[in-house]
């Protein structure tokens, strides 16, 4: 059982009080966004021309120190909203022609937004959920999104467990979030779309960090070999620093061109079929999908 009053809503298991008091994620119990809008810059088969309907939640269960939304995950700014205030918002982006419901940053959040997912589902929502997550997840709260969310994009951020504890305080987020990833497919499969629109499945995102620091490489292969090369990668190769990586000199510039041109060429030489590349200088720019 999932529960805010012991919280073992994500993998630190604070076991804290959110009616209370707040955990590492700072989150209590009471929702929270930054912003809702129609969202044009995310994977053209999300975004296509009507846009994302993306809602930011404040707060995040991992500490990355090249945030680039560390106002809103860091800082917590945005306005507490209720349960039925979330319904209505996923009602409203549907009324303005979104493709999608686009739940960027949830996981903290995850026993509230069911409800209201649950309540729009009775109100008439009808558009794909997207669960926009950074995969740092455990298998039990994901269990409880089944049947709710219809396209999962987690981050697969490191294959390096130093790497990982080093930038995003969480040592185990290879394992973690493997095991994540593995349970997304289980519930949605590979990605589904029609007129150029995905309405189900799994979508990787895979952040190029300097220098392959988080080992992008090997997130790649084993990809490849757990999932199989028609799992859709989405490569983000736009990495600039901010929030605290001035602080850590290998992460203080962006990638080379070199170091995307290995990536891209690891990404073909494993044979996936399908996904984008994002502009290594622009992060609205993506190479249309079907690599090879
Ligand atoms: S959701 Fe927040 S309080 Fe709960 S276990 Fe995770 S980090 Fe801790």
Redesign the pocket.
């Known amino acids: 059982m999932i529960t805010l009053k012991e ?8 076991r ?1 009080n ?1 009616y209370e008091t ?4 700072k ?1 209590g119990v009471t929702l929270k966004i930054n912003l809702y809008q129609l969202h044009f810059g995310e994977e053209p088969n999300l975004s296509n021309n009507k846009g994302s309907g993306a809602i930011f939640f404040s707060y995040c ?1 991992t500490n990355c120190v090249y945030c680039q939304n560390f106002s809103i995950s860091q800082f917590g700014w945005g306005k507490e909203i209720s349960k039925s205030e979330l319904s209505d918002i996923m009602i409203k982006l549907q009324e303005l022609g979104a493709n999608n419901i686009n739940l960027v940053t949830p ?2 959040f995850t026993p509230q937004i069911i409800d209201s997912l649950q309540m729009a589902k009775k109100d008439g929502l009808t558009v794909p959920v997207v669960w926009n997550s950074n995969a740092y997840e455990s298998i039990d709260t994901l269990r409880k999104l089944e049947g709710l969310v219809d396209i999962y994009l987690p981050d697969f951020r490191y294959f390096d467990n130093l790497a990982a504890k080093k930038y995003s305080d969480a040592e185990d987020y290879p394992d973690v979030a493997a095991k994540a990833i593995l349970e997304m497919l289980r519930q949605v499969g590979h990605i589904k779309e029609k007129d150029g629109l995905a309405f189900k499945g799994l979508m990787i995102r895979v952040l190029l960090l300097p220098g392959n620091k988080n080992k992008a490489d090997k997130i790649l292969e084993w990809i490849k070999q757990h999932l199989g090369n028609e799992t859709y990668i989405s490569l983000m190769g736009q990495y600039y620093p901010t929030y605290r990586a001035s602080a850590y000199p290998e992460l203080n510039r962006s990638v080379s061109q070199e170091e995307y041109n290995y990536i891209v060429e690891i990404l073909n030489s494993l044979g996936f079929e399908n996904g984008y590349i994002q502009d290594r200088t622009s992060s609205e720019d993506w190479t249309p999908k079907f690599f090879n």
Do not use: I, K, L, Q
């Open positions: 919280c073992n809503v994500c993998p630190r298991m604070c804290v959110r707040a955990g590492y994620c989150a269960n996981t903290h």
